[in-house]
């Protein structure tokens, strides 16, 4: 039996490397010829040279498939629509990545995450003053509205998966609608009901703000995570003689902590950037502060805007540098999210 | 399965109930606190408050103050369409292109992109847009406006393109793509396999089994999609407000450097309001609460609807 040859499966559909150089090298080519073609016509920039670069590639397109049937060069000529359409899609967040990146790290001196700006007025250079107050305000808000929020929003997500009572699918409903409640109208009820209540904007006010923004994608995503949950588990807590509630907390909740971890993780990362409510409920100050209940303070969101609104140089600057702390703490935390996650499925 | 509850079983239900029950409260509250401030300007004002064209608070006893929030609510509606008018195309065609086009791993990387685009918050798309994009869209705007001037709506009096309509737009719609995109692969991911070999088999292209299968069965969920990312850019505030230049006056001349934005009012207007016109900015922040919700509630109706079925 030792002449038996186990045949290698081959895979015909898959472009053979030799294609897939030609097509690589098509594409610098046309890419340097449609350079070429807006450095010497009227058509500028990057967008100037993406369209020269659709329109040649659809020339070639057609040259290439002149001994096609109508039908397959319809079906490449989409191809090209939907890639360059993909493209144009995908663009704007690469921009934005690549902006933030670079023009956030030209103004990064160690003291931007150490000082305040106390001492420093917007025109300042870049090696003084920072945005130690904002950081610090803005992990405040949010560690508070994860403290009111998260056990909340967990019981939304058991009442979803294990409870499953009458109000079952309105619940479901109210917290599909109420992820879509304008940030701005959170920050104005907040304002209504306890900011011009209480005497004015506060981290505590700010932080309730960003709970009611935090609540929805709390419950959505404990509800996701407890649907993990095998029902055998159930079933075996029950056959224990566990009543619901030993079952629920003593074998359901500990099964997903790690998934919970990761629904506050995805909280947080949902509201840290949030700005329009902060505005109404926590305003702004220079100076580091740690009492949550008493006065105005910075957080990094507001800290950015408020630059902007200045707009001169060194404060947009400024304003770069913040937005690139800002986006560094929503991927880590986003980050943080999928290698904690990781771990439930294995 | 029968579970019997004991005692304990019963409190712990009813303090989950409880519990889930908050964000129903939460919503009720938001509606019937936001009502209450604005009601006394709802009476006053009557429909004149969703129609009228000024907006001013006086600062002199003896003259009356006019709160009418008309060219912001149309202007919202104008740069939530001109974002989505370009979004849903590009998220269609993203989808498509995640799902059907992309080799295996530029399919992971790009999830993963799209992910992280929908954590980017609305504060960096609306520094972006000021700061980077204006440049780009200005030229765009210009060019509409050279070439297809004799259309109303492209038709523009001074030669600023920049904080216009158009512009907002696309950086609302850079931020709402990712929304849309996500719910669109969704939707198509969960096309029958079986449906689309059936078009290959048939000597169907692959454009031909998107057309005839893949597209009819997403139809629904791109629509729900689509609301959703409406809900998203009616109630956006700080990546409008950075970008466009609010003024109070009806305009449909979408190149023109003016427009109207409901959560940007707010946001504008808020620091130095008098009791008055805080209350009116309240009312205005009601108004926008209804819009959003309703289409919120059709869109995640339709979207439960689809991905369950």
Redo the contacts between chains.
């Keep these: 039996m030792s002449d038996v040859t186990i045949p290698q499966p081959t895979r015909p559909w898959q472009r053979k490397r030799r294609e897939q150089v030609r097509s690589g090298a098509t594409f610098v080519a046309m890419a340097i010829l449609a350079f070429a073609v807006v450095l010497f016509t009227g058509f500028a920039g990057f967008d100037g040279w993406a369209i020269v670069l659709f329109i040649i590639s659809a020339i070639v397109l057609f040259i290439k498939g002149r001994k096609l049937s109508k039908k397959e060069r319809k079906n490449a000529l989409i191809q090209l629509l939907i890639a360059s359409a993909a493209t144009l899609a995908f663009l704007p967040w690469l921009s934005i990545f690549a902006s933030v990146a670079m023009k956030g790290l030209a103004g990064f001196r160690i003291n931007f995450i150490t000082s305040d700006m106390r001492t420093t007025v917007p025109d300042d250079e870049m090696n003084m003053g920072g945005a130690l107050h904002a950081i610090v305000g803005s992990f405040m808000m949010v560690i508070i509205a994860s403290i009111i929020t998260l056990p909340l929003g967990i019981l939304s997500g058991v009442y979803l998966t294990e409870i499953k009572g009458r109000f079952t699918f309105l619940v479901r409903f109210v917290i599909q609608s109420m992820s879509g409640v304008p940030s701005i109208v959170a920050g104005l009820f907040v304002f209504t009901t306890y900011v011009s209540a209480t005497h004015g904007p506060t981290a505590f006010g700010g932080a309730l703000a960003l709970g009611i923004l935090m609540l929805p994608t709390v419950a959505r995503t404990s509800e996701e995570v407890l649907k993990l949950v095998p029902e055998e588990l159930r079933s075996a807590g029950y056959a224990l003689g566990a009543r619901q509630w030993r079952t629920t907390l003593m074998v359901v909740l500990p099964t997903v902590r790690s998934g919970l971890t990761t629904v506050a993780v995805l909280g947080v990362a949902r509201v840290i950037g949030e700005t329009a409510p902060l505005l109404l409920t926590a305003g702004s100050s220079t100076a580091l502060r740690f009492n949550p209940v008493n006065g105005p303070i910075a957080s990094l969101p507001i800290y950015v805007f408020g630059l902007l609104q200045i707009g001169t140089e060194y404060a947009v600057n400024r304003a770069w540098t913040g937005a690139l702390v800002l986006m560094i703490f929503v991927f880590g935390l986003f980050i943080t999210a999928r290698k904690i996650g990781g771990k439930d499925k294995r | 399965?029968h579970?019997v509850?004991?005692r304990?079983?019963k409190?712990?239900?009813g303090?989950?109930?409880?519990?889930?029950?908050?964000?129903?409260i939460?919503?009720g509250?938001?509606g019937a606190?936001?009502f209450?401030?604005g009601a006394q300007v709802f009476s006053q004002y009557g429909l004149k408050f969703i129609t009228g064209t000024n907006w001013s608070a006086s600062t002199e006893p003896g003259i009356p103050n006019e709160f009418g929030m008309g060219p912001m609510l149309v202007g919202t509606v104008i740069v939530s369409v001109i974002a989505l008018t370009f979004t849903v195309?590009?998220?269609i065609?993203?989808a498509?292109?995640?799902e059907f086009?992309a080799q295996p791993r530029v399919k992971k990387l790009?999830t993963a992109?799209l992910?992280?685009?929908a954590?980017?918050?609305?504060?960096?798309?609306?520094?972006?847009g000021?700061?980077?994009?204006t440049n780009?869209g200005q030229?765009?705007a210009s060019l509409l406006g050279n070439r297809l001037g004799f259309i109303p709506i492209f038709n523009t009096i001074s030669d600023n393109y920049g904080r216009s309509p158009f512009v907002a737009g696309c950086v609302l719609a850079?931020l709402v793509?990712?929304i849309t995109?996500s719910v669109a692969r969704e939707v198509y991911s969960r096309t029958p396999r079986e449906l689309i070999d059936t078009c290959y088999a048939l000597g169907g292209?692959?454009?031909?089994a998107i057309k005839t299968v893949v597209l009819p069965f997403g139809k629904s969920g791109v629509v729900g999609g689509a609301m959703?990312g409406l809900?998203?850019a009616?109630?956006?505030?700080?990546a409008v407000y950075?970008v466009l230049n609010l003024n109070f006056r009806y305009t449909f001349k979408i190149l023109e450097s003016e427009g109207g934005n409901v959560?940007s009012l707010?946001?504008t207007r808020?620091g130095e309001a008098s009791t008055e016109e805080l209350s009116a900015?309240?009312a205005a922040?009601f108004v926008?609460?209804l819009m959003?919700?309703g289409?919120?509630?059709i869109?995640?109706?339709i979207?439960?609807k689809t991905t369950r079925s």
């Design positions: 399965m579970v509850h004991s304990g079983d409190v712990f239900r303090i989950v109930t409880a519990g889930a029950m908050t964000s129903l939460i919503l509250l938001i606190f936001l209450g401030r195309p590009m998220s065609a993203g498509l292109y995640i086009y790009l992109l992910d992280l685009a954590a980017i918050p609305s504060l960096i798309f609306g520094l972006w000021i700061q980077v994009f780009i030229r765009w850079s793509v990712p995109t292209t692959k454009w031909g959703l809900g998203r009616l109630g956006e505030t700080v950075l959560a707010i946001a808020f900015l309240i922040g926008l609460f959003t919700l289409v919120n509630m869109a995640s109706a979207v439960t």
